[in-house]
């Protein structure tokens, strides 16, 4: 079982910047990839960037060059560091893991966090 728990989401004006974290705990074999989700209503869930244990990143074309994300393995860490926000980057961030519970042999799985809220004002 992986736990994940999120922070820095908040209220922030237009042209402003904001940084998430999400820290992994519980007990577990291994972290393959860590990542974010978004969701507002009225548009279609989307992948914002994935990390992979070897530092391997992946972005929304879109969100290239405005959002960054990296991790600290040692602590089981992601962070999305947001730039430049728009109105149109307000939504629900919900961070992810891929993990293997167990060891080599179990399943990778993938958990979500609770998610937190992000809001760019005009």
């Known amino acids: 079982q992986v736990q994940l728990v999120e922070s820095g989401g908040g209220l922030v004006q237009a042209g402003g910047s904001l940084g998430l974290s999400c820290a992994a705990s519980?007990?577990?074999?291994?972290?393959?990839?860590m990542g974010w989700f978004r969701q507002t209503p009225g548009k279609q869930r989307e992948l914002v960037a994935e990390?992979?244990?070897?530092?391997?990143?992946n972005y929304a074309a879109s969100l290239t060059g405005r959002f960054t994300i990296s991790r600290d393995n040692a602590k089981n860490t992601v962070f999305l560091q947001m730039n430049n926000l728009e109105p149109e980057d307000t939504a629900v961030y919900s961070c992810?893991?891929?993990?293997?519970?167990?060891?080599?042999?179990?399943?990778?799985?993938?958990?979500w966090g609770q998610g937190t809220q992000v809001t760019v004002s005009a």
């Open positions: 990390i992979t244990s070897d530092g391997k990143t």
């Open positions: 519980g007990t577990f074999f291994s972290i393959s990839a």
């Open positions: 992810y893991a891929i993990a293997q519970s167990r060891g080599n042999f179990s399943p990778r799985v993938r958990y």
